[in-house]
């Protein structure tokens, strides 16, 4: 997939396919991993991948509104660290290149997420 900077990140990936694709194989990875797993436990995942798939159209530039929680309300006493956030964004990355990103891409999908890493993490700095 191409890095043509004239188009939005979202349209570089592919569009709510890729989205779609990225997000299902994204929580097969997160779901296997030991350190994250905990967090998921009481958590409806049709509801989570349907929030993620909206929160990432809405956050790579796509033609969709996020209408779930505030990032730090969802996570808040949750006791989600950096460690934690460095992982989930780890298997994301994985995942980008897994279904075919391009690694210019992929990078600028990790920096956009990055962003709301004290969000989701709490931390105020």
Do not use: W
């Amino acid at each position: 997939m191409s890095a043509d900077a004239s188009t939005s990140l979202y349209d570089r990936i592919g569009g709510a396919p890729a989205v779609d694709a990225l997000i299902d194989a994204f929580y097969v990875r997160v779901l296997a991993d030991p350190v994250l797993v905990g967090f998921f436990h009481h958590t409806p995942l049709e509801r989570l991948r349907a929030m993620q798939k909206e929160f990432f159209c809405m956050a790579l530039g796509g033609p969709v509104n996020y209408t779930g929680r505030s990032l730090s309300h969802a996570h808040h006493g949750r006791g989600i660290t950096r460690e934690h956030f460095t992982h989930f964004v780890s298997h994301l990355l994985e995942t980008l290149r897994d279904i075919g990103i391009d690694d210019h891409d992929a990078d600028r999908v990790i920096e956009h997420i990055n962003t709301f890493a004290n969000e989701i993490t709490g931390a105020s700095y």
